[in-house]
């Protein structure tokens, strides 16, 4: 449709450049407000899907206005934005689960990108020292909720197909944001991490649109 490109024009060449500039200035308070901003127009097409088509999608939206939230406390508070973005999580596993049954598909995403979990854990773990505890709950969360979309792929329909990949690009999103947080990185990264971030968030919108 359309106005879902709209939409997804306002999000990468509005919002997205916005909150990068603004938070290069410093001036956060108005690069969150763009970066939430940019997660509620995500946030709006769940809830269209929701009242006009499915029911379920009422669970994708609530996770999705919890992402919104995190997006503005993660730059003041990390480990408060943390625990919404955890919150939204819990909210799309059971959103997925309620979508697609567990499946052989599942259990190879969840060995497959949960060795990977494992694999950069142990490889950083002297840069992330004191903060693994809480690195490790949500990044189980994460994991959780990227299976699940991923095993989404078993519906045979484009709902599946874009919240499986959705959630692959959310995987790439917290992974680029975890090396940027422990390591020197140049700016690029930021780019790549709100258009992985971003693109994430559209596809579970878009995709609620076509159940």
């Given at each position: 449709?359309?106005?879902?490109?709209?939409?997804?024009?306002?999000?990468?060449?509005?919002?997205?450049?916005?909150f990068l500039h603004y938070k290069k200035a410093l001036r956060l308070p108005l690069a969150c407000s763009y970066k939430s901003t940019g997660t509620?127009?995500?946030?709006?097409?769940?809830?269209?899907?929701?009242?006009?088509?499915?029911?379920?999608?009422?669970?994708?939206?609530?996770?999705?206005?919890?992402?919104?939230?995190?997006?503005?406390?993660?730059?003041?508070?990390?480990?408060?934005?943390?625990?919404?973005?955890?919150?939204?999580?819990?909210?799309?596993?059971?959103?997925?689960?309620?979508?697609?049954?567990?499946?052989?598909?599942?259990?190879?995403?969840?060995?497959?990108?949960?060795?990977?979990?494992?694999?950069?854990?142990?490889?950083?773990?002297?840069?992330?020292?004191?903060?693994?505890?809480?690195?490790?709950?949500?990044?189980?969360?994460?994991?959780?909720?990227?299976?699940?979309?991923?095993?989404?792929?078993?519906?045979?329909?484009?709902?599946?197909?874009?919240?499986?990949?959705?959630?692959?690009?959310?995987?790439?999103?917290?992974?680029?944001?975890?090396?940027?947080?422990?390591?020197?990185?140049?700016?690029?990264?930021?780019?790549?991490?709100?258009?992985?971030?971003?693109?994430?968030?559209?596809?579970?919108?878009?995709?609620?649109?076509?159940?």
């Amino acid at each position: 449709m359309i106005w879902i490109a709209g939409v997804c024009a306002v999000v990468f060449f509005i919002c997205m450049p916005l909150f990068l500039h603004y938070k290069k200035a410093l001036r956060l308070p108005l690069a969150c407000s763009y970066k939430s901003t940019g997660t509620l127009c995500a946030f709006m097409l769940a809830l269209i899907a929701a009242i006009k088509l499915d029911p379920r999608c009422y669970i994708c939206a609530g996770a999705l206005l919890l992402y919104a939230v995190a997006d503005f406390l993660l730059e003041f508070n990390f480990m408060l934005g943390a625990g919404f973005f955890l919150a939204g999580h819990i909210c799309n596993i059971s959103f997925f689960m309620n979508l697609a049954k567990i499946s052989i598909l599942h259990l190879v995403c969840l060995l497959v990108m949960g060795a990977l979990l494992v694999l950069v854990f142990y490889r950083w773990r002297k840069p992330i020292g004191k903060q693994m505890p809480m690195f490790i709950v949500y990044g189980i969360s994460l994991l959780f909720m990227c299976v699940c979309a991923l095993g989404c792929f078993s519906l045979n329909n484009l709902a599946g197909i874009l919240f499986s990949c959705g959630g692959a690009l959310f995987y790439l999103s917290d992974f680029l944001l975890l090396r940027r947080t422990i390591f020197p990185t140049d700016a690029s990264i930021s780019w790549w991490i709100m258009i992985s971030y971003y693109g994430s968030l559209l596809l579970f919108g878009s995709a609620c649109l076509q159940l």
